[in-house]
């Protein structure tokens, strides 16, 4: 079985991008935490748990990838991971209730 090379040009911009949408997600919650009132708690308990969780599922993917000699896909399946959470949440933050 031929391995294929990691695109490091995709990488990079994934990369990128995650951090420009993990920017401004930060700027919505302490915006929210800041106002205070019940939302600002939920928010910050729900902050918790979402990091716990990814972090979880992060940890658990990268050793499936590395015992299964597919180590190599662990950066952008990282990314992936963080990125639809992190969009999911700016989804959320920005609209009006």
Known sequence: MRRRK??????V??????????????????AKI???G????????????EKMKAAAEVGLSAATDALTGRAH???????ALYQKRVSRNLRRLSTKK
Do not use: C, H, Q, W
């Open 34 to 36: 800041a106002i205070g």
């Open 13 to 30: 911009f994934d990369t990128a991008k995650l951090g420009v949408t993990a920017g401004m997600v930060m700027g919505l919650r302490v």
């Open 6 to 11: 990691p695109n490091f040009t995709k990488l």
């Open 38 to 49: 019940p939302g600002a708690k939920t928010e910050s308990k729900r902050m918790v748990a």
């Open 73 to 79: 896909r662990s950066p952008s399946r990282t990314l």
